[in-house]
C-alpha cells in the first residue's frame, strides 16, 4: 500500500528554519512526483513544492521561491523540505502528496494528486 508520513513540523521563530519530512512507503522515489502543499486556517489548499519522479526536477510557489528547497533521498525514501527565512505567512498545515512521475510538477494541484500525507503543522510566530 502506498503510504505517505510527514515529520519535523512545530513551533519556530520568524526567520529560522525547519525542515520538513515525508517519507514512502509502497513505492520508489522515481515513481511518483512529490509535491508539498499546505494549507491555512480559512484558506484554500496550495502547491508550495514539487520534485518530479521522473528526472528529479523542482518546482516551487512564487511565495517560497528562494526560502525552501525540495530534495529526495532514494536511499531513505524521504523526500524533504528546508524552510528558511520562514515568516509568519507560512503558518500552515503541510501536506506531503504523490503525483504522476511526469507532467504533475508542471501544474501539481489537489484534483491531480493520488495519494496524501496526513500532515505536519508548521507555526511561525514570536
Known amino acids: 500500500q502506498v503510504k505517505l508520513v510527514e515529520s519535523g513540523g512545530g513551533l519556530v521563530q520568524p526567520g529560522r528554519s525547519l525542515r520538513l519530512s515525508c517519507a514512502v512507503f509502497?513505492?520508489?522515489?522515481?515513481?511518483?512526483?512529490i509535491g508539498w502543499f499546505r494549507q491555512a486556517p480559512g484558506k484554500e489548499r496550495e502547491g508550495v513544492s514539487c520534485?518530479?519522479?521522473?528526472?528529479?526536477?523542482?518546482h516551487y510557489a512564487d511565495s517560497v521561491k528562494g526560502r525552501f528547497t525540495i530534495s529526495r533521498d532514494f536511499a531513505s525514501k524521504t523526500v524533504y523540505l528546508q524552510m528558511n527565512s520562514l515568516e509568519v505567512e507560512d503558518t500552515a498545515v503541510y501536506y506531503c502528496a504523490a503525483g504522476p512521475p511526469v507532467d504533475y510538477c508542471s501544474t501539481f494541484n489537489v484534483p491531480t494528486t493520488r495519494h496524501w500525507g496526513l500532515g505536519t503543522q508548521v507555526t511561525v510566530s514570536s
Open positions: 520534485i518530479s519522479g521522473s528526472d528529479g526536477s523542482t
Open positions: 509502497g513505492f520508489t522515489l522515481d515513481y511518483y512526483a
